[in-house]
């Protein structure tokens, strides 16, 4: 027991440091007090010196200030504080000691300034630390708290006396880590720091830091290897063809010459060239250096085909060390999820533990462009993005020049990144020269085509042109009617080709393939369908199946039977499958071009005796769609932005061939060159720029990118951070066979669409943790993320809690009610229905298939 000092300000106890709590501690038969502020900071600064010391010893002297760790370590700081005190008294279990109460403070007031962490920065403002450090304890839980206005000796906060037990416990920071504040020397550098320490704290208040009784100094190496932070080991000296097993072509060669250290470098040639495995063993050869600590692999959408993890996996087998003891952690993203631990936030039902965003954190990882763009945003935990990514060669991957949005944050993602020491390895077959200009931030010459652009750090630009290798003449025929275009596909199909048909949305391409389907099945003909509205399981199975049929693994059964392949853009990113005859819904040059690249692929595949290397383009007449886009175009023109669409239809109306590469650069300019609009057009342009009352404009989307990065500005949710022009929000439906109730039990029993039955009890402590994980991963592969019009009804997030939902995933922020969460129950039918058959859509029949995917009917 302590002895209270009495204080003339209206609290009238202040209670040293040394004796307030940073945490609780559940145990069997009830809660105690857990971890006092004192060790918690001082675990959490340890942590954080550790994580430092694991990088390679280059990054470590660029990106950290030195005493880096004392920042993290005084995260906490704002949890000497009445109200916080008592928040976990009340906390406790009454018979709990020790714990002496406090008159007249109320807990809840505490979030009108952000809780302790507004304290926090509250408290570092008063004692004059460097700048950006205030903001930075201030924000370790994602956001910027409401303090203007506030200061630290408020009687809120305690008065004088309580802020001077603050200042106490950073003085002893100070001397038990051997550290002063750092000064920190850029934006970038305060981001790096800010997520290093909501990581630290998220691991300092894990599993091998929740008891009180054990001690702690030993656990900081142990909590660090299961959360995964572990330096890899490489194979040394491997080659290009003993990584790939064949030799690098010209253009790959030249990349990999050129790719000297930390940088920017944008590679533009064809689909097909092979860019994918020069840029990974760019990355090889500077994680071999010590230059870089890890990979991410940055893919431009969901809609991405799940095969190129394959290909990653494939690349990581033949570099790492096989005497690494954590290689086959590193080698799976599955065991990542289920085998680390990060702590707090990154448990199951933390906003963290996604794969998608924890991916960012491990040493190698595939993702989406959306979660790193989010680096440079001013949205909830940006900075621990920024934190993931500092010091890694960064590849992304199919970046085009249409979508302006995403440009602006890409400019300043690709800004963020060479500050955070990085490698940025660009990868497009279609960037306008106006475009490349902008991503590197400086002025460009070169019009050649294949082409490597190099600026690595304090060097001047270099552009390489790049030996172009013989391509295709691809036929292209526009036209008007689908019904030819059927006609034409199911007759090549049936002389033993293999034809790919893409639409530009999920609905489209569903009722394009029940159209098929229903006609090829009378012809002996194999129909399939691919989009990004399936179950995580029944997708990767889809894929395996049709990558096989269309990739070279099918060649020696190619021949056997003509298919059809229908799917939406996933067909055409990252996907090795080679088609015989493309069909397309027209699209902007660009998304054209990267259909083409799926067309007549390899020289070595074999082809059936008619095969002709054509593609049709299913598109309205011009003057139709200048007069009325939405119209003529239908639902690509709620997708793409109509003034594009007339503008790409204007150079490919009179195109009977493309000569691929040839002419790629050509028509990328062609398309995308200003120029003065009258009537009409001058209509659609002003609209792209100024917005509808439907959809922002292009300016707004430009302004909004800005407002929204993360030097300013309010804090976005992530689920609000919009990251490209033709984004809907979205939202994860949960699909399950049923949902019940075991109130004898008390837990939820859950059965999956295969028939397999999962139970979640209604105390976590019912289950380890890495039981809770494996609950977890199995749950998320029955995910569908659709857009928000065609999601299942809320449920009230006291329903998903009843049903322990909230113990697998992160439900929302319940002071706001946001549900993120869907939950829908599929019968036999394939029809969805409600939990307790409540309504399920206010307009719309849903429904789920194996073959369909995720289907809303409108009645």
């Known amino acids: 027991m302590f002895r209270p000092r009495n204080s003339r300000d209206k609290t009238s106890i202040v209670v040293p440091f040394e004796h307030c709590l940073a945490k609780t501690f559940a145990v069997e038969n009830g809660v105690v007090p857990g971890r006092s502020v004192k060790e918690h900071c001082q675990i959490v600064g340890e942590i954080a010196r550790a994580l430092i010391a694991r990088q390679p010893e280059a990054l470590r002297v660029s990106l950290y200030p030195h005493n880096a760790h004392l920042v993290a370590a005084a995260h906490d700081i704002g949890k000497v504080c009445p109200t916080f005190y008592e928040k976990l008294r009340h906390a406790c279990s009454p018979a709990s000691d020790g714990l002496i109460a406090l008159e007249n403070i109320n807990p809840k007031l505490e979030s009108s300034w952000g809780g302790h962490a507004g304290v926090s920065q509250l408290t570092a403002k008063a004692l004059g630390v460097p700048m950006f450090i205030p903001e930075i304890l201030g924000q370790h839980h994602g956001f910027s708290p409401p303090v203007a206005g506030l200061r630290a000796g408020d009687d809120n906060f305690g008065g004088a006396l309580w802020q001077k037990e603050r200042e106490r416990l950073v003085e002893m920071l100070k001397m038990t880590l051997d550290a002063d504040w750092p000064v920190i020397t850029s934006l970038a550098q305060a981001r790096l720091l800010a997520g290093l320490t909501s990581v630290s704290d998220w691991i300092g208040s894990g599993e091998f830091f929740e008891d009180p009784s054990l001690p702690w100094q030993d656990s900081i190496n142990k909590a660090l290897d299961s959360a995964g932070f572990i330096p890899p080991g490489y194979k040394p000296g491997m080659s290009f ?313 099918g060649h020696p059964d190619r021949g056997q039977a003509g298919r059809i392949l229908i799917g939406t853009q996933v067909l055409e990113q990252s996907l090795d499958i080679d088609a015989d005859f493309l069909v397309s819904r027209f699209a902007p040059t660009d998304m054209l071009l990267q259909r083409l690249g799926r067309l007549w692929r390899h020289s070595d595949t074999p082809r059936n005796e008619y095969s002709r290397c054509d593609a049709w383009l299913l598109a309205p007449k011009l003057d139709d769609a200048i007069e ?178 909230q113990h697998c995933f992160y439900l929302g922020n319940p002071l706001s009610d946001e549900a993120l969460l869907r939950v829908a129950l599929v019968e036999k039918s394939g029809r969805l229905r409600g939990v307790y058959d409540g309504p399920l859509h206010e307009k719309h029949v849903l429904e789920y298939r194996n073959d369909l995917g995720y289907r809303v009917i409108k009645l």
């Open 241 to 553: 063809k003993s990584v790939f097993g064949f030799d690098a072509r010209p253009a790959q060669q030249q990349l990999i010459e050129q790719v000297v250290g930390s940088g920017v470098y944008v590679l533009e040639a064809p689909m097909g060239l092979g860019k994918t495995e020069a840029a990974l063993y760019a990355a090889y050869r500077l994680l071999e250096a010590g230059q870089a600590s890890g990979i991410y692999f940055a893919l431009p959408t969901q809609l991405t085909s799940n095969k190129i993890y394959d290909r990653f996996n494939d690349f990581l087998k033949h570099v790492l060390s096989p005497d690494y003891p954590h290689r086959s952690l590193l080698l799976h993203a599955n065991a990542w999820l289920l085998e680390t631990d990060m702590g707090e936030d990154g448990r199951p039902g933390g906003s963290w533990f996604s794969q998608a965003k924890r991916g960012l954190l491990a040493p190698f990882a595939v993702g989406t462009i959306d979660q790193a763009l989010m680096a440079a945003m001013n949205v909830k935990h940006g900075f621990v993005r920024a934190f993931g990514l500092a010091g890694k060669v960064v590849i992304l991957d199919e970046v085009h020049t249409y979508d302006a949005y995403t440009g602006t944050l890409l400019d300043a993602l690709v800004t963020l990144l060479r500050e955070l020491g990085c490698t940025v390895i660009i990868l497009s077959a279609t960037l306008s020269q106006s475009r490349r200009q902008q991503l590197l931030g400086c002025g460009l010459d070169s019009n050649e085509y294949p082409l490597i652009t190099a600026c690595p750090n304090a060097q001047a630009p270099r552009e390489v042109p790049v030996e172009s290798e013989p391509g295709n003449e691809v036929s292209i025929l526009l036209l008007d009617s689908d019904q030819i275009a059927v006609d034409e596909a199911l007759q090549r199909a049936e002389q033993g080709q293999q034809v790919l048909w893409i639409e530009n949305t999920v609905p489209q391409a569903q009722e394009r393939y029940l159209d098929l389907a229903a006609r090829a099945s009378e012809l002996g003909i194999v129909c399939g369908l691919l989009h990004s509205r399936y179950t995580q399981q029944q997708r990767q199975s889809n894929e395996a199946r049709w990558v096989e049929s269309y990739g070279k693994q």
């Open 628 to 805: 009325q886009p939405q119209q003529a175009f239908g639902h690509s023109a709620l997708v793409y932005s109509p003034y594009l669409l007339c503008r790409s239809l204007e150079v490919w109306r009179l195109r009977k061939s493309v000569c691929l590469p040839q002419d790629i650069r050509a028509l990328i300019e062609q398309t995308y060159c200003e120029r003065l609009e009258v009537d009409a057009m001058a209509r659609w342009l002003k609209e792209l720029d100024d917005g509808t009352p439907r959809r922002k404009g292009r300016w707004a989307l430009s302004q909004l990118a800005r407002i929204t990065l993360a030097d300013s500005g309010q804090t976005l949710p992530e689920n609000k951070a919009q990251t490209r022009y033709s984004e809907a929000e979205r939202l994860d439906v949960l699909l399950l066979r049923d949902l019940a109730w075991c109130r004898q039990e008390q837990m939820s029993k859950l059965t999956l669409l295969d028939g397999r039955i999962l139970y979640l009890p209604k105390l976590r402590t019912q289950r380890t943790r890495g039981q809770w994980r494996e609950l977890s991963a199995q749950l998320m592969r029955q995910i569908v993320a659709v857009p928000i019009q065609d999601a299942p009804l809320p449920l009230p997030l006291t329903t998903l809690e009843n049903f322990c939902l």
